[in-house]
C-alpha cells in the first residue's frame, strides 16, 4: 500500500509537471513573435491614433496598444525591440513606379548625374569602353531637358563620336529616347524613312535624322535591344527590391508590366525570396487589330485581382498621352509660343481608346491610363464613361494615372465614376521650371492640385507615388513636395495646393493601399493586418518642415520580419 501511494504521489507529480510543461508550451505558440516597444506608433487608422507598442505573430499585426498592455505579451521566445521613442509608420505603397529600373545600375549606363552634354558623354564613353565592339549599349531613365544645362537631347553624331564601334540606344524617362547611327542602321532607319503613326524621327534643317525618336518611332530601335538573361533579371528585381525596402517601401504597384517582368516577380515571390509586395499594371501593346487586342484581354483567363499577397493582377496599363516636359501632353489650350495649333500628341484617336478601354472592361479588366494633359482627361474620361455605359465601372476603381493637370471639374467627372487619381508630386522637384519653360507659370503652378484633388475626391479614392525612375524614389522627398510645393532652389509652385502631413503620409498608406483593394490587409498598423512597417529617423510629424525630405527608413519590415536595416 506504501508502495502504491509513494507511485500515486510521484505519478501526480510528474502529471503536474507535464501539465505545466504542455501550458508553458502552449503558451509560447500564443505567444508574438515579435514586440516592439517604447515608440511613437503612427497607426494612420481612422482615428489617427498613435501607440507605443505593436505586437506580431506569423506575419501579422497582433496587438497594438500601450506599453504596460503589449509588452506582457512577450513570451521567452519573443523578439523584443527596444524603439527608443522612434516612429514607426505603417510600410510605405508607391502607387506607380517602373522600380525594376533600381537593379540595373550593373547592366546599363547611368547618365542621371550628368548636368551637360560633354558631362553625359564622358559617362557612355566610360561605360562603353568597358563593353566589347558590337554590344548593345543602353541607359536607364535620365532626362536631358531638365537636367542637361543645354535643355536638349544628345545627337547621334555626338554619340558616334564615343561608341562609333557600339550600337546605342538612350531611353529617356519621357516618350523620346536616342539612338546613333549604328542603331538606326541596325533599325533600317535612314532619313527617307516614313514616320510612322503616332511618331517620328526627328530632323535637323537639313533634313539629317538627329538620332532623336519621339513616341511610337522608340519601339522599332527598343525592340532591336538583346533581352537580359532569366538569371540576369531575377538578380536585377532582388536588388530592386532591396533599394525600395531601404526607402520603408514595402508595397509597389509596377506601372507597365510585360509579360517576362510578370514571370520574373513570379519566381521570386515563389522561391520565398520577395521583399517587396507587388501590384501589375500589364501593359501589352495594342494591336492594330481589335480582335486582337480582344484575343490578349481574355486568352489569359486571368483579370484584375488575380494573385496573392505578394504578386496581383492590378488592371491593364494603357498610354494615352506624352508628358509636361515633353511638350506631348494633350492641353486644351494651344501651346505657348505654338505656331500650328499643336496641343500635344495622343498615341491614338479618341475612338480608339473608347475602343480598347470597352474591350478590357467587358473583359473584366480594370483600365488605367496614362494622361497627363487636361484635354487628355477630358478624352479618358469619356472614355470611361462609354466604358460604364457598356458595364458598370463604379465599383472597379479605374485609374487616371498622373492627371497632373486635371481640372477641378474632370475631379467630379471622376468622383462620380469611382475612378481614382494617382500623381507624383516629386516630378515637380526637378522639373517645375521646365514645365514653366514650356507651359507658363500659371499651368506649373496649378500642376499637381493635390489639395483640390483632396477636397473634391477624397482621399480615399487618391494615392501618392513617383513614376520613378522618371523621378526620385524617395518617398520623404515626395512628402516634403507635398506639403511645400518648393523645388530645390527654394521656390514654391502652387502654394495653395501644399497639404498637411498627414495627409501626405496616408496617400503612402491608408488611401494607397485602395488601389490594389488591399485596404482591410494593409496600409494602416491595426489588429489583424500585415505587419509591413517602417522605422524612421524622425518623427515625420513634428521634425522642421525642411527636413521632412531628410528622413531615413533605419528599419523596414515585411511580414514581420525585417528586410531593411540601416
Not at 501626405?504 to 482591410?520: C, I, N
Request: glycine letters at 10%.
Amino acid at each position: 500500500m506504501r508502495h502504491a501511494r509513494k507511485l500515486l504521489i510521484v505519478g501526480i507529480i510528474a502529471g503536474c509537471a507535464l501539465s505545466e510543461h504542455a501550458a508553458a508550451q502552449q503558451a509560447d505558440l500564443n505567444s508574438p513573435d515579435l514586440v516592439l516597444v517604447s515608440g511613437r506608433i503612427l497607426t494612420m487608422d481612422s482615428r489617427s491614433s498613435v501607440a507605443e507598442a505593436l505586437a506580431v505573430r506569423d506575419g501579422k499585426i497582433l496587438a497594438v496598444g500601450s506599453d504596460a498592455a503589449v509588452r506582457p505579451m512577450a513570451g521567452p521566445q519573443t523578439r523584443v525591440i527596444d524603439l527608443a521613442g522612434k516612429s514607426v509608420v505603417p510600410g510605405l505603397i508607391d502607387t506607380h513606379a517602373h522600380f525594376g529600373a533600381a537593379g540595373l545600375g550593373d547592366y546599363v549606363v547611368n547618365l542621371g548625374p550628368a548636368k551637360s552634354v560633354a558631362g553625359a558623354l564622358e559617362l557612355l564613353k566610360a561605360f562603353v569602353a568597358r563593353k566589347k565592339p558590337g554590344e548593345w549599349i543602353i541607359t536607364g531613365g535620365w532626362h536631358p531637358p531638365s537636367q542637361l544645362v543645354e535643355k536638349r537631347y544628345l545627337t547621334r553624331q555626338e554619340i558616334d563620336s564615343v561608341a562609333p564601334n557600339n550600337p546605342v540606344y538612350l531611353r529617356t524617362v519621357g516618350h523620346f529616347a536616342m539612338a546613333n547611327s549604328l542603331a538606326l542602321q541596325k533599325a533600317g532607319i535612314d532619313k527617307t524613312s516614313p514616320n510612322p503613326s503616332g511618331g517620328s524621327f526627328e530632323k535637323d534643317t537639313s533634313g539629317e535624322l538627329t538620332g532623336v525618336l519621339v513616341e511610337t518611332a522608340i519601339p522599332l530601335v527598343e525592340n532591336l535591344v538583346p533581352p537580359f538573361t532569366e538569371d540576369e533579371e531575377i538578380r536585377q528585381y532582388k536588388i530592386a527590391e532591396g533599394v525600395l525596402n531601404s526607402y520603408g517601401i514595402t508595397s509597389v504597384v509596377e506601372g507597365a508590366t510585360t509579360a517576362r517582368d510578370t514571370r520574373t516577380l513570379q519566381k521570386i515571390a515563389l522561391s520565398n525570396a520577395a521583399t517587396l509586395r507587388v501590384g501589375l499594371m500589364y501593359r501589352p501593346e495594342p494591336p492594330a487589330e481589335l480582335s486582337a487586342w480582344e484575343a490578349i484581354m481574355s486568352g489569359g483567363g486571368a483579370t484584375s485581382g488575380f494573385g496573392d499577397d505578394w504578386l496581383k493582377f492590378g488592371g491593364i496599363k494603357i498610354f494615352y498621352d506624352g508628358g509636361m516636359t515633353l511638350r506631348t501632353a494633350m492641353m486644351r489650350d494651344v501651346y505657348p509660343d505654338s505656331h500650328d495649333n499643336y496641343r500635344g500628341i495622343a498615341q491614338q484617336t479618341p475612338e480608339r481608346l473608347k475602343q480598347l478601354v470597352s474591350i478590357a472592361n467587358k473583359s473584366n479588366w480594370r483600365v488605367g491610363v496614362h494622361v497627363v494633359g487636361d484635354l487628355g482627361v477630358d478624352q479618358v474620361l469619356d472614355a470611361f464613361e462609354a466604358a460604364d455605359k457598356e458595364k458598370s465601372i463604379r465599383d472597379r476603381r479605374f485609374i487616371l494615372i498622373h492627371a497632373s493637370l486635371i481640372r477641378p471639374e474632370q475631379m467630379d467627372r471622376a468622383r462620380t465614376l469611382g475612378v481614382r487619381v494617382d500623381f507624383q508630386n516629386v516630378f515637380m522637384w526637378d522639373k517645375a521650371a521646365t514645365v514653366e519653360r514650356f507651359l507658363g507659370r500659371a499651368t506649373a503652378d496649378r500642376a499637381l492640385p493635390t489639395k483640390t484633388l483632396i477636397d473634391r475626391m477624397g482621399l480615399d479614392n487618391l494615392g501618392a507615388g513617383t513614376d520613378f525612375p522618371v523621378n526620385p524614389i524617395n518617398p520623404f522627398l515626395n512628402i516634403y513636395i507635398m506639403v511645400t510645393r518648393k523645388d530645390p532652389n527654394g521656390n514654391v509652385y502652387g502654394a495653395s495646393e501644399a497639404i498637411s502631413r498627414e495627409q501626405a503620409l496616408r496617400l503612402y498608406t491608408s488611401a494607397a493601399s485602395r488601389y490594389m483593394f488591399d485596404e482591410g490587409r494593409k496600409g494602416t498598423l491595426e489588429a489583424g493586418k500585415l505587419a509591413d512597417l517602417a522605422v524612421l529617423s524622425a518623427d515625420i510629424m513634428s521634425i522642421p518642415e525642411d527636413q521632412i525630405k531628410d528622413i531615413k527608413a533605419d528599419m523596414t519590415m515585411v511580414g514581420g520580419k525585417v528586410v531593411f536595416q540601416r
